[in-house]
């Protein structure tokens, strides 16, 4: 007996380790047999283990990295790279960007990003060729032929076309940059594409390169979500959520849908109620249209609100290429296998079972490399921070516009601005500067944005010591009307802008919005209905107590028959040396062909007055010797 006991532990001490986890699986199941006999109850309940942190890290590596079919890629990379191309070509041949922005004399100046300030700019010739570069990118991107190469080349030089000019930012554009990013590195060309016929066709296709990981899909579609989901939070205002706007101006100006809401409500209720009803669908489109595409049940509904939503702003707002991309993206929040049930595309599809290998073995969960992981978390953390940027800045961002950019805060401004350029030489009289060499889109971009604005001023300061060898200042007699609401002074008019410091944090130079209190919005309505019935048209203006607003009413022009009307507070008029007060509700005709100023007294509410016309608000401001995009429209 002594002797077989040796024997017995050496043959326990040889057996390998999958043999050992089933001697003891074994003898777990005999034992709870035995005890099953001896104590005639069931067998005991396996004990659940709590998952730990590295179970629940490799769960998500699992899920990330399981391999899907590549089709709806493809099929995006396709719908992507034509609607860029279109995009390019109508840019270059139909909008005359290039003449418009990169013409050597004209315009005199470009704006730039404040974080690309030295970009170089090529002259007109080579700019074609950079145009015609990038739309061969965005068509071999889209064919998927030489994919690398297509991808890098498409977004180098997208996003240099668009560093060269600040006043061409557009949240859309922004967009295709950061998809085009993406592409470059993801696997969209697995499939549908010139690469995949050239491998089949050399015979290096496999189960690893004819598929890709999840993750590739999930990054695309979590891109379209932040646009959708950060644009309802940007409407999460009071101006889209109170008053309607500025939904009740833009909407209301469409015939249709004007005499639609007539025959619905009363006449006098129809912009309101127009403006209420869009500002309400489009906040809860943008809310909710995210979490329906990731819904299996609520998928197929949201794909026809996407529909109808963006073909509604195709034809009301003539937006380019951005609706047909964000409809394509569509097809991004499909499942892989029912992507490839699609007749036309089945042909196309790959057989991607993540499960086992062709040996029947289970394949093992592959890992993200660290460095693309560290990169795919920045750029999520980017995505969901950087949105939130303006909580920096003092104010309210649509007013003062500073962290407005980069955020996905689209079509929330209904804007009109009029601007007055003061030059005072050093030692001479003050005079208005006249000749913006500027293009329209840069005129209406620079009317809005604050860095256009010093960006603008300080070049005129550069201009006039270049020419006359001594300095001037430069000071900007500035208002603005945000969504309908009065002229109010947007930039401090006591500031000299070519001594601002280009690269502070923040621009102290913005005059603070007026508060709302002060208007009576329905009185506004009521005035402008009134001057129309009268042949006329009513521009309102508001100013603190204290204020003057000093301007003038050229007599070469339509404009012929101009008061003035108070509308709330203390208003008075200085024509010539002669003061005179308007109380509220009462018109003082204005002189054609001469000065005038009108003060705000009190030390109350601000006041609003009205100047009532009878020309187009357009040869209005070019009476008072400003600026604005209705007048500038008139040349």
Same mark, same amino acid.
């Given at each position: 007996?002594?002797?077989?006991? *040796?024997?017995?532990?050496?043959?326990?001490?040889?057996?390998?380790?999958?043999?050992?986890?089933?001697?003891?699986?074994?003898?777990?199941?005999?034992?709870?047999?035995?005890?099953?006999?001896?104590? =005639?109850?069931?067998?005991?309940?396996?004990?659940? @283990?709590?998952?730990?942190?590295?179970?629940?890290?490799?769960?998500?590596?699992?899920?990330?990295?399981?391999?899907?079919?590549?089709?709806?890629?493809?099929?995006?990379?396709?719908?992507?790279?034509?609607?860029?191309?279109? %995009?390019?070509?109508?840019?270059?041949?139909?909008?005359?960007?290039?003449?418009?922005?990169?013409?050597?004399?004209?315009?005199?100046?470009?704006? %730039? /990003?404040?974080?690309?300030?030295?970009?170089?700019?090529?002259?007109?010739?080579?700019?074609?060729?950079?145009?015609?570069?990038?739309?061969?990118?965005?068509?071999?991107?889209?064919?998927?032929?030489?994919? @690398?190469?297509?991808?890098?080349?498409?977004?180098?030089?997208?996003?240099?076309?668009?560093?060269?000019?600040?006043?061409? /930012?557009?949240?859309?554009?922004?967009?295709?940059?950061?998809?085009?990013?993406?592409?470059?590195?993801?696997?969209?060309?697995?499939?549908?594409?010139?690469?995949?016929?050239?491998?089949?066709?050399?015979?290096?296709?496999?189960?690893?390169?004819?598929?890709?990981?999840?993750?590739?899909?999930?990054?695309? +579609?979590?891109?379209?979500?932040?646009?959708?989901?950060?644009?309802?939070?940007?409407?999460?205002? /009071?101006?889209?959520?109170?008053?309607?706007?500025?939904?009740?101006?833009?909407?209301?100006?469409?015939?249709?849908?004007?005499?639609?809401?007539?025959?619905?409500?009363?006449?006098? /209720?129809?912009?309101?109620?127009?403006? %209420?009803?869009?500002?309400?669908?489009?906040?809860?489109?943008?809310?909710?249209?995210?979490?329906?595409?990731?819904?299996? $049940?609520?998928?197929?509904?949201?794909?026809?609100?996407?529909?109808?939503?963006?073909?509604? #702003?195709?034809?009301?707002?003539?937006?380019?290429?951005?609706?047909?991309?964000?409809?394509?993206?569509?097809?991004?929040?499909?499942?892989?296998?029912?992507?490839?049930?699609?007749?036309?595309?089945?042909?196309?599809? $790959?057989?991607?079972?993540?499960?086992?290998? @062709?040996?029947?073995?289970?394949?093992?969960?592959?890992?993200?490399?660290?460095?693309?992981?560290?990169?795919?978390?920045?750029?999520?953390?980017?995505?969901?921070?950087?949105?939130?940027?303006?909580?920096?800045?003092?104010?309210?961002?649509?007013? $003062?516009?500073?962290?407005?950019?980069?955020?996905?805060?689209?079509?929330? #401004?209904?804007?009109?601005?009029?601007?007055? $350029?003061?030059? @005072?030489?050093?030692?001479?009289?003050?005079?208005? %500067?006249?000749?913006?060499?500027? #293009?329209?889109?840069?005129?209406?971009?620079?009317?809005?944005?604050?860095?256009?604005?010093?960006?603008?001023?300080?070049?005129?300061?550069?201009?006039?010591?270049?020419?006359? =060898?001594? *300095?001037?200042?430069? +000071?900007?007699?500035?208002?603005?009307?945000?969504?309908?609401?009065?002229?109010?002074?947007?930039?401090?008019?006591?500031?000299?802008?070519?001594?601002?410091?280009?690269?502070?944090?923040?621009?102290?130079?913005?005059?603070?919005?007026?508060?709302?209190?002060?208007?009576?919005?329905?009185?506004?309505?009521?005035?402008?209905?009134?001057?129309?019935?009268?042949?006329?048209?009513?521009?309102?203006?508001?100013?603190? *107590?204290?204020?003057?607003?000093?301007?003038?009413?050229?007599?070469?022009?339509?404009?012929?028959?101009?008061?003035?009307?108070?509308?709330?507070?203390?208003?008075?008029?200085?024509?010539?040396?002669?003061?005179?007060?308007?109380?509220?509700?009462?018109?003082?005709?204005?002189?054609?062909?001469?000065?005038?100023?009108?003060?705000? =007294?009190?030390?109350?509410?601000?006041?609003?007055?009205?100047?009532?016309?009878?020309?187009?608000?357009?040869?209005?401001?070019?009476?008072?010797?400003?600026?604005?995009?209705?007048?500038?429209?008139?040349?």
């Amino acid at each position: 007996m002594d002797q077989q006991q *040796p024997s017995v532990r050496l043959r326990h001490a040889t057996r390998p380790a999958e043999d050992i986890s089933t001697a003891d699986s074994e003898e777990k199941t005999t034992n709870g047999g035995v005890n099953e006999e001896r104590d =005639g109850k069931g067998a005991p309940e396996p004990v659940k @283990r709590r998952l730990s942190s590295s179970d629940e890290s490799a769960g998500w590596m699992a899920t990330l990295t399981e391999r899907v079919d590549p089709l709806t890629l493809a099929v995006f990379r396709f719908l992507f790279g034509a609607a860029m191309v279109v %995009h390019i070509v109508r840019a270059a041949l139909t909008q005359d960007v290039i003449q418009a922005n990169f013409q050597d004399f004209f315009p005199e100046l470009n704006f %730039h /990003y404040y974080f690309a300030m030295n970009v170089w700019k090529p002259p007109v010739e080579i700019t074609w060729y950079i145009f015609w570069a990038c739309a061969v990118s965005a068509g071999l991107l889209s064919i998927g032929f030489l994919y @690398r190469l297509a991808s890098l080349s498409f977004f180098l030089l997208f996003t240099y076309i668009n560093l060269l000019e600040k006043a061409r /930012y557009n949240n859309h554009y922004y967009l295709y940059i950061l998809v085009s990013f993406l592409f470059l590195i993801t696997d969209c060309n697995r499939s549908f594409s010139l690469d995949h016929l050239i491998a089949c066709w050399r015979g290096k296709k496999t189960e690893k390169t004819s598929t890709v990981p999840k993750w590739q899909l999930d990054i695309l +579609r979590f891109q379209i979500f932040v646009c959708y989901f950060y644009g309802s939070i940007a409407k999460m205002n /009071y101006d889209w959520v109170i008053r309607g706007e500025p939904c009740k101006t833009w909407f209301y100006r469409v015939e249709p849908i004007r005499q639609l809401a007539e025959i619905v409500v009363p006449p006098e /209720y129809a912009s309101s109620v127009i403006g %209420h009803f869009f500002s309400a669908g489009g906040l809860l489109f943008d809310l909710l249209i995210g979490f329906m595409l990731i819904s299996k $049940t609520f998928r197929p509904m949201g794909f026809l609100m996407t529909f109808g939503f963006h073909l509604t #702003n195709h034809f009301v707002f003539k937006i380019g290429t951005f609706p047909w991309v964000m409809m394509a993206t569509n097809i991004l929040f499909i499942e892989p296998e029912t992507v490839s049930k699609i007749p036309i595309l089945k042909n196309f599809a $790959t057989s991607a079972n993540t499960s086992t290998s @062709r040996d029947g073995k289970k394949t093992q969960t592959s890992k993200l490399c660290r460095p693309l992981l560290a990169l795919l978390f920045c750029y999520v953390t980017a995505q969901c921070l950087v949105p939130f940027r303006h909580w920096l800045y003092p104010g309210d961002v649509n007013w $003062t516009m500073e962290g407005h950019q980069f955020s996905w805060r689209m079509m929330l #401004n209904a804007e009109d601005v009029v601007l007055r $350029t003061l030059i @005072r030489p050093q030692g001479g009289a003050e005079v208005v %500067h006249t000749g913006y060499q500027i #293009n329209a889109r840069q005129m209406k971009r620079m009317l809005t944005d604050p860095e256009l604005i010093l960006q603008y001023a300080q070049h005129l300061g550069r201009g006039h010591l270049q020419t006359t =060898g001594s *300095p001037a200042s430069v +000071r900007l007699d500035m208002w603005r009307s945000l969504n309908n609401r009065p002229f109010q002074r947007w930039v401090d008019p006591s500031v000299d802008l070519t001594t601002v410091d280009y690269w502070a944090f923040h621009y102290p130079w913005l005059e603070p919005r007026l508060p709302d209190s002060d208007i009576d919005f329905s009185e506004l309505d009521r005035i402008r209905a009134e001057a129309k019935d009268h042949g006329k048209m009513a521009t309102f203006f508001m100013d603190k *107590p204290g204020g003057v607003f000093k301007t003038t009413l050229q007599a070469d022009g339509p404009c012929s028959n101009i008061s003035l009307l108070a509308v709330s507070g203390d208003v008075s008029a200085q024509i010539k040396k002669m003061h005179t007060h308007v109380p509220v509700g009462t018109e003082l005709s204005l002189p054609i062909g001469g000065f005038h100023r009108v003060r705000t =007294g009190g030390d109350g509410p601000a006041s609003v007055w009205a100047y009532l016309h009878d020309c187009s608000p357009g040869h209005f401001h070019n009476a008072m010797m400003m600026v604005s995009m209705d007048s500038w429209e008139l040349y």
